[in-house]
């Protein structure tokens, strides 16, 4: 089990090691160490919520596209809800968490979501886990995308993961030159994969001995449990 205080402690390195990079903005690293120090609050506790307000995103710094334009890219809302009680289920019983690229004049360019679908009722179509484009955008509705599929099987991702990501695709060198194989950084991505990915894998693991489904079919909302 992963405690929520060691949950804090590692969120709180990914925060300063990219602040220390010229990655995350300061109002970026704020965001982080505030959730990271409610986290340790917790102690032992091994359930927990990270949230992300989206008036108050995760704003990294700004950077090019393969234009030569100014984008920027963002973590603009979380709601992230852990219990480990329930092993050997995935520990991540609510996802909601996006990535969002806006150009120099702040306007969106595009927005990835990584989600947990609704199993209460009538089950969400899609894998249980998925990647999606598009989404809601708050107070921009003119800006939402009619068609919502495809919805990609994809394993659930804290927002430690999802700094990560964008580390690793929009600030490429520094993140192979400064970041990628530090220690500290190194063990604090491991602990949010541990929660994030183990049950997950297991989960995949067996969808490949159905002999009579498929993976995608068994990763399905409807029939994950």
């Not at 108050?56 to 090019?64: A, G, H, I, Q, S």
């Not at 194989?181 to 894998?201: G, P, V």
Request: hydrophobic share 40%.
């Amino acid at each position: 089990m992963i405690s929520a205080e060691d949950a804090g402690k590692a969120l709180d390195q990914v925060g300063t090691k990219l602040a220390q990079a010229g990655i995350l903005s300061w109002d970026g690293q704020q965001v982080l160490s505030e959730e990271a120090g409610r986290l340790r609050k917790l102690r032992q506790e091994i359930s927990w919520e990270v949230l992300v307000d989206r008036a108050r995103p995760v704003v990294f710094e700004k950077t090019l596209d393969k234009n030569g334009h100014i984008i920027r890219p963002s973590i603009d809302g979380a709601d992230i809800r852990v219990r480990q009680t329930e092993a050997p289920a995935c520990p991540i019983i609510k996802l909601d968490a996006s990535v969002l690229i806006a150009d120099h004049t702040n306007e969106p360019v595009a927005r990835w979501h990584v989600d947990r679908a609704n199993t209460e009722g009538e089950a969400q179509h899609g894998p249980l886990y998925h990647l999606q484009f598009g989404g809601h955008l708050a107070g921009r509705r003119d800006l939402d995308i009619a068609v919502k599929e495809p919805r990609w099987c994809h394993p659930p991702l804290e927002i430690a993961l999802l700094c990560e990501v964008v580390a690793a695709n929009f600030f490429h060198d520094i993140w192979r030159d400064q970041i990628r194989d530090d220690a500290s950084w190194c063990a604090a991505i491991r602990l949010f994969q541990k929660l994030c990915f183990t049950a997950y894998i297991e989960k995949m693991q067996s969808c490949l001995g159905a002999s009579h489904s498929t993976a995608l079919t068994q990763m399905w909302a409807d029939r994950w449990t």
